[in-house]
C-alpha cells in the first residue's frame, strides 16, 4: 500500500511544481535537500526509537508523518505552494527516515532465517511492480482531471491534489494496517 500511494503522486509532482506552480528547478532542488537535512538528521533517532519499541511501531509512527506530507501538497496552490512544498519536503524527509529502514527490518523480525534473502527479493520486486503500475493507472486520470478545469469553492483543484489526498487516504490505511497487523498481534 506503501507503493501505491507513494506512486500515484510523487511523480507527478516535478510537472506539478514547475507547470502550475512556476517552480524553478533551483527551487525544487533546494527544497528537496531540506528534505533531506530533514532525513538525515532523524535517522538516527528512528533507528534508537526501534530498538526501544520496535520497527512496527516506529513504521507506524512515519506512515502517519508520510500522510501528513501528503496532506498538505492537497492544499498546495499557485498562492502557497511554496510553503505548503517546503513543508511537504520536511515531513517527507522525516517520515522516510524511517520507512526505508523499518521495511527491510521487519522481514527480519517476522521471516525466518532461511527465507530471509527470498522474502526481501520478492518484497523489493513486488512493490517495484506495485508502484509502476499504480503510476501507469493513474497517468490517464492526470489528463482527464487537468483537462476538465476542476474547481471547488471557486477555487481551481490540479490533479496533483486530488492524487495526494488520495495518497493520504491510501497512507492513512497503510498505518492502520500496521498496527492491526503488527502492533496488535
Keep these: 500500500m506503501f507503493y501505491v500511494a507513494k506512486d500515484i503522486s510523487i511523480p507527478f ?15 525544487i532542488s533546494a527544497m528537496a535537500m531540506v528534505g533531506s537535512v530533514a532525513r538525515v538528521i532523524l535517522s538516527r533517532f528512528w533507528g534508537k526509537y526501534a530498538d526501544k519499541t520496535s520497527f512496527a511501531k516506529m513504521i507506524e509512527k512515519c506512515f502517519l508523518l508520510l500522510a501528513v506530507a501528503y496532506l498538505f501538497i492537497t492544499f498546495a496552490t499557485p498562492f502557497n505552494g511554496k510553503v ?4 511537504y519536503y520536511i515531513f517527507h524527509g522525516l517520515a522516510l527516515a524511517g520507512i526505508n529502514n523499518a521495511i527491510t527490518n521487519l522481514v527480519f523480525d517476522y521471516v525466518q532465517h532461511e527465507s530471509r534473502s527470498d522474502s526481501l527479493a520478492v518484497c523489493q520486486a513486488f512493490s517495484g511492480i506495485v508502484g509502476f503500475l499504480a503510476t501507469v493507472a493513474v497517468s490517464p486520470l492526470i489528463s482527464i482531471i487537468q483537462s476538465n478545469n476542476n474547481c471547488l469553492f471557486g477555487l481551481p483543484i ?20 500496521v498496527r492491526k497487523s503488527f502492533i496488535n498481534k
Aim: hydrophobic share 55%; net charge neutral; aromatic share 20%.
Design 158 to 177: 490540479y490533479a496533483q491534489q486530488i492524487l495526494s489526498f488520495a495518497s493520504f487516504i491510501i497512507t492513512i490505511l497503510t498505518a492502520i494496517y
Design 13 to 27: 509532482y516535478s510537472t506539478y511544481q514547475i507547470n502550475e506552480l512556476g517552480f524553478s528547478i533551483k527551487l
Design 84 to 87: 505548503m512544498f517546503i513543508i
